[in-house]
C-alpha cells in the first residue's frame, strides 16, 4: 500500500462530532420552535435528537445526510418555513457554529503536507459551512480540494465528490485513502476505488466500521503512524 493523498470528511472525522454538534441541536431547534420545548423535543425526535441529553442517535439524519435532506424532514414539521428559507437558515446556523478539533488540525495536516500528501476535505455539508468551519480552525488553506454536497459533485455514499479530489491532483485512487467517522464515507470510499480508514470520533463504534474499512483508527491523529510516517 502507498498513499499519496488523504481525503477527510469533516464532522465526526476533522471535528470531534458530539462535541461540536450537540448544543448546537439544541439551540437551533428551541430557535426554529421559537422556544417551545415541546415542540423543539418533536422536531429533535424526527431527525434523531434528543433535547435533553443533546445527543444524536445513530441513524440520525444529521450525522451524514446533506442540509437538503434535513429540511426534507424538519419542513414536515415547519410549515411556517419555506424550504429555501430553512436551508439559509441552517446553512447561516451551521457556518457560526463552534467546531472542536478532533486532534489538533494544524499540526497533524502539516506534517502530512511537509510528506507530500495531497489533501482534501468531502463533507455532506454546504460548501459555505465547510469552508468557514475549516477556517475558524486555521486549516483551510492547507487543503488542495474542498467540497460539499452543493459543490457539484453530488454527496455520499456517492463517489463523485471523491472521484474529483482525485482528478484535482492528479493521483489514482487507489493511491488515495477516504477517512471518515460514517458508513456514508466508507461507502464513498469503496465505490471510488480508495482505500478506506474508519475512525471513531463520530457515533459510529469499530464494529459498525469494520465490514466497510480497511483500518479503524481511534482518531486522525494515529494516521501518520498507520501510514509508517
Request: hydrophobic share 45%; glycine share 10%; no cysteine.
Given at each position: 500500500?502507498?498513499?499519496?493523498?488523504?481525503?477527510?470528511?469533516?464532522?465526526?472525522?476533522?471535528?470531534?462530532?458530539?462535541?461540536?454538534?450537540?448544543?448546537?441541536?439544541?439551540?437551533?431547534?428551541?430557535?426554529l420552535s421559537d422556544?417551545?420545548?415541546?415542540?423543539?423535543?418533536?422536531?429533535?425526535h424526527a431527525i434523531?435528537?434528543?433535547?435533553?441529553?443533546?445527543?444524536?442517535?445513530?441513524?440520525?439524519?444529521?450525522?451524514?445526510?446533506?442540509?437538503?435532506?434535513?429540511?426534507?424532514?424538519?419542513?414536515?414539521?415547519?410549515?411556517?418555513?419555506?424550504?429555501?428559507?430553512?436551508?439559509?437558515?441552517?446553512?447561516?446556523?451551521?457556518?457560526?457554529?463552534?467546531?472542536?478539533?478532533?486532534?489538533?488540525?494544524?499540526?497533524?495536516?502539516?506534517?502530512?503536507?511537509?510528506?507530500?500528501?495531497?489533501?482534501?476535505?468531502?463533507?455532506?455539508?454546504?460548501?459555505?459551512?465547510?469552508?468557514?468551519?475549516?477556517?475558524?480552525?486555521?486549516?483551510?488553506?492547507?487543503?488542495?480540494?474542498?467540497?460539499?454536497?452543493?459543490?457539484?459533485?453530488?454527496?455520499?455514499?456517492?463517489?463523485?465528490?471523491?472521484?474529483?479530489?482525485?482528478?484535482?491532483?492528479?493521483?489514482?485512487?487507489?493511491?488515495?485513502?477516504?477517512?471518515?467517522?460514517?458508513?456514508?464515507?466508507?461507502?464513498?470510499?469503496?465505490?471510488?476505488?480508495?482505500?478506506?480508514?474508519?475512525?471513531?470520533?463520530?457515533?459510529?463504534?469499530?464494529?459498525?466500521?469494520?465490514?466497510?474499512?480497511?483500518?479503524?483508527?481511534?482518531?486522525?491523529?494515529?494516521?501518520?503512524?498507520?501510514?509508517?510516517?
Amino acid at each position: 500500500m502507498h498513499i499519496d493523498a488523504l481525503l477527510f470528511d469533516k464532522d465526526g472525522t476533522l471535528f470531534d462530532f458530539a462535541a461540536t454538534w450537540g448544543a448546537f441541536g439544541r439551540e437551533v431547534l428551541l430557535r426554529l420552535s421559537d422556544g417551545d420545548r415541546a415542540r423543539a423535543s418533536r422536531l429533535g425526535h424526527a431527525i434523531g435528537f434528543d433535547l435533553k441529553t443533546e445527543t444524536y442517535t445513530a441513524d440520525s439524519i444529521v450525522i451524514a445526510g446533506t442540509v437538503d435532506e434535513i429540511v426534507d424532514v424538519l419542513a414536515l414539521h415547519l410549515p411556517e418555513w419555506s424550504r429555501p428559507n430553512l436551508i439559509q437558515f441552517l446553512n447561516a446556523e451551521s457556518a457560526r457554529a463552534p467546531q472542536i478539533e478532533a486532534v489538533a488540525l494544524a499540526a497533524l495536516l502539516r506534517d502530512l503536507k511537509q510528506m507530500g500528501k495531497k489533501l482534501g476535505v468531502a463533507t455532506n455539508d454546504g460548501e459555505v459551512p465547510a469552508r468557514q468551519h475549516l477556517k475558524s480552525a486555521g486549516v483551510a488553506d492547507m487543503f488542495d480540494f474542498i467540497a460539499g454536497y452543493d459543490s457539484g459533485h453530488g454527496y455520499k455514499p456517492g463517489p463523485g465528490q471523491l472521484l474529483a479530489f482525485a482528478d484535482r491532483v492528479g493521483i489514482a485512487p487507489k493511491r488515495i485513502a477516504m477517512v471518515g467517522d460514517s458508513l456514508h464515507d466508507l461507502q464513498a470510499g469503496r465505490a471510488a476505488g480508495m482505500t478506506t480508514v474508519g475512525v471513531l470520533t463520530g457515533l459510529a463504534t469499530a464494529r459498525d466500521l469494520e465490514p466497510l474499512a480497511d483500518v479503524v483508527l481511534p482518531d486522525i491523529g494515529h494516521i501518520p503512524d498507520w501510514l509508517g510516517i
